[in-house]
């Protein structure tokens, strides 16, 4: 696809990921370098989404010991055992599905994280530092997450 007279390119790419539990930080850096290969875009813009509101994008370093401790940290900040009105199926009414599973937990963190991260492109290269890896970090079960990656660029 090519977007007006400076002749953007866009390529998008949907990735299917089954996780395991949450939390779950999972390195999908392989794999978007493989898309934006895929892509023949070399210079210009990376944007990794999750579609998904208790499932995020994160940029952080792949130490196992580091993953236990970011792990424990989002699983601390909002415990799966406190109480959320959104948990409360007796009141609550909007967004009830058929296999709706208590989550408040999962929402209350991913606030702390994001949706998206933005990679810059330059020379067929992402521009991650030396220890940064991109993660989707599962925040809910075990479930399939979908992961948009859009690049634009020259
Ligand atoms: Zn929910």
Redesign the pocket.
């Given at each position: 696809m090519v977007l007006g007279a400076l002749n953007v390119k866009m390529h998008v790419e949907t990735m299917e990921i089954v996780t395991d539990r949450g939390p779950q930080f999972i390195d999908i850096t392989p794999d978007v370098v493989a898309a934006t290969v895929r892509s023949g875009i070399r210079n210009g813009l990376v944007v990794v989404f999750s579609k998904h509101?208790?499932a995020a994008i994160k940029i952080n370093e792949n130490e196992p010991e580091l993953i236990k401790d970011m792990e424990h940290l989002v699983s601390h900040v909002a415990p799966a055992d406190q109480y959320y009105h959104?948990?409360n199926f007796d009141v609550r009414t909007v967004?009830m599905v058929e296999d709706?599973?208590?989550?408040?937990h999962?929402?209350c963190q991913h606030l702390l994280l994001n949706t998206s991260e933005t990679i810059p492109l330059l020379d067929g290269k992402l521009q991650l530092g030396t220890w940064q890896s991109i993660f989707l970090v599962e925040l809910?079960r075990s479930r399939p997450r979908q992961v948009l990656v859009q690049i634009l660029g020259i």
């Amino acid at each position: 696809m090519v977007l007006g007279a400076l002749n953007v390119k866009m390529h998008v790419e949907t990735m299917e990921i089954v996780t395991d539990r949450g939390p779950q930080f999972i390195d999908i850096t392989p794999d978007v370098v493989a898309a934006t290969v895929r892509s023949g875009i070399r210079n210009g813009l990376v944007v990794v989404f999750s579609k998904h509101t208790t499932a995020a994008i994160k940029i952080n370093e792949n130490e196992p010991e580091l993953i236990k401790d970011m792990e424990h940290l989002v699983s601390h900040v909002a415990p799966a055992d406190q109480y959320y009105h959104h948990n409360n199926f007796d009141v609550r009414t909007v967004n009830m599905v058929e296999d709706e599973c208590p989550n408040g937990h999962s929402h209350c963190q991913h606030l702390l994280l994001n949706t998206s991260e933005t990679i810059p492109l330059l020379d067929g290269k992402l521009q991650l530092g030396t220890w940064q890896s991109i993660f989707l970090v599962e925040l809910e079960r075990s479930r399939p997450r979908q992961v948009l990656v859009q690049i634009l660029g020259i």
